[in-house]
């Protein structure tokens, strides 16, 4: 698993409340299905722009960029560059 | 119409209301006294909201305009909309820090800080006293309620439809997710068909609150996306600017789970809520109709007084 990955994993651990675990949860399974509210995923939000020193610009604040950790990591891969390996 | 457009508009019709007595001014915008014409058509509105909802059998609660402190920050009001907040401040100092207080009177300088936070904060939405309420299981055939109080935002504006201290008619369902979402619906059928009844033309929008910030952009983008907020706008300063005067919400199970509210089955409780602006509904009334009451349809008067 890249890095950026498995950061967006620890995050969703420590702030999406899921029902389940953050570190299997499929890369393509709605968060909202797990449980993400929208209160936690604008904690999501904000410790993502902690961690990595971004700001989500406006286009990207839409539920479908929270909505999985693929997502997550192509918001991150567009506003940061491919993570090289 | 410009943003200057605009607020002439705001500051004209809001002349009009004072002009004919029927709103005073107390000296801050948004902060007016009311005539006993203008409560008795924001009370005619009252009853004709209230009785959309007699076929539910609400339980009919009444709460003072103030809520727990604690209930304030449980619901996030600081969080989502800390530009509209009311809490209460208080003195609780010594005689050194009295003479402080009174030393900044005297000097006209800022004493926020000889004041602290007390245990209450003025109600934003009178619907919140409700939910910390219901903690616990609901009772078999309970979760229908109707109340009706006044609410606090900061929100100074020359707009006569945007008060700080306004009043709402709320009606509330908590339940099952199916339970709130098929009650909204009757909503979504009985609204339109007071606002026709009463003359005011409308539209219908998915909508969302003002959350603040950033952060609330994102609330705001879900809020519409899950069409969890249905507004009824009126379009007294035109149709690019019309104002929400009534608005049909479904919560999820924020409340249900804040306050721990289940169901009586025991399922965590869903809840929504159906308020109505009543000044708003009150000032579109004169804005539609004309100042004076006397000369309004029989149409309108006949469901404002019955
Ligand atoms: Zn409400």
């Known amino acids: 698993m890249s890095e950026r990955t498995t950061t967006i994993r620890t995050i969703l651990a420590k702030h999406g409340k899921l029902n389940g675990s953050a570190d299997t949860i499929a890369d393509d399974k709605s968060l909202y299905s797990a449980g993400l509210t929208s209160h936690a995923s604008v904690n999501v939000m904000l410790a993502l722009e902690d961690e990595f020193d971004i700001e989500f610009p406006e286009r990207m604040l839409t539920r479908s960029t929270f909505e999985t950790v693929a997502n997550l990591r192509l918001a991150l891969d567009s506003l940061l560059g491919e993570e090289s390996d | 119409m410009s943003p200057e457009e605009l607020v002439l508009a705001h500051a004209d019709l809001r002349d009009r209301l004072f002009a004919a007595k029927l709103l005073v001014p107390c ?4 902060l007016y006294g009311r005539s006993a014409t203008f409560e008795k058509v924001l009370n005619g509105v009252d009853a004709a909201a209230y009785a959309l909802g007699i076929v539910d059998d609400p339980i009919t609660i009444s709460f003072p305009p103030m809520i727990p402190r604690s209930t304030f920050e449980a619901v996030d009001y600081l969080r989502n909309f800390p530009q509209l907040c009311g809490p ?24 926020s800080d000889c004041l602290s936070l007390s245990e209450v904060a003025l109600t934003p939405a009178c619907c919140y006293p409700l939910y910390p309420s219901l903690v616990g299981q609901l009772g078999d055939g309970d979760g229908w309620y109707s109340t009706m109080g006044y609410c606090f935002r900061h929100e100074p504006s020359v707009d006569p439809m945007r008060l700080q201290a306004f009043q709402q008619r709320e009606h509330i369902r908590v339940g099952t997710p199916d339970d709130v979402l098929s009650w909204r619906e009757t909503w979504v059928d009985r609204i339109p ?26 609330m705001s983008r879900s809020q519409i996306e899950q069409e969890l907020k249905i507004e009824w706008l009126v379009p007294v300063f035109g149709e690019d600017h019309p104002t929400a005067c009534v608005s049909a919400n479904y919560h999820q199970n924020h409340f249900g789970e804040l306050f721990g509210i289940s169901t009586a089955d025991g399922a965590e409780a869903h809840s929504g809520c159906v308020g109505f602006g009543l000044e708003r509904c009150t000032v579109a009334l004169f804005a539609a109709h004309g100042t004076d009451v006397s000369m309004w349809p029989d149409s309108v008067t006949s469901v404002l007084w019955p």
């Not at chain 2, 000296?27 to 948004?30: F, I, Q």
């Not at chain 2, 208080?90 to 009295?98: A, L, V």
């Open chain 2, 27 to 30: 000296g801050v915008d948004g």
């Open chain 2, 88 to 111: 209460v401040f208080t003195f609780t100092g010594d005689n050194k820090d009295h003479s402080e207080l009174v030393h900044r009177l005297d000097e006209h300088e800022d004493y």
């Open chain 2, 193 to 218: 068909k007071l606002l026709e009844s009463i003359g005011l033309e409308f539209r219908t929008e998915f909508a969302n609150d003002p959350f603040f910030g950033r952060a609330g952009r994102l």
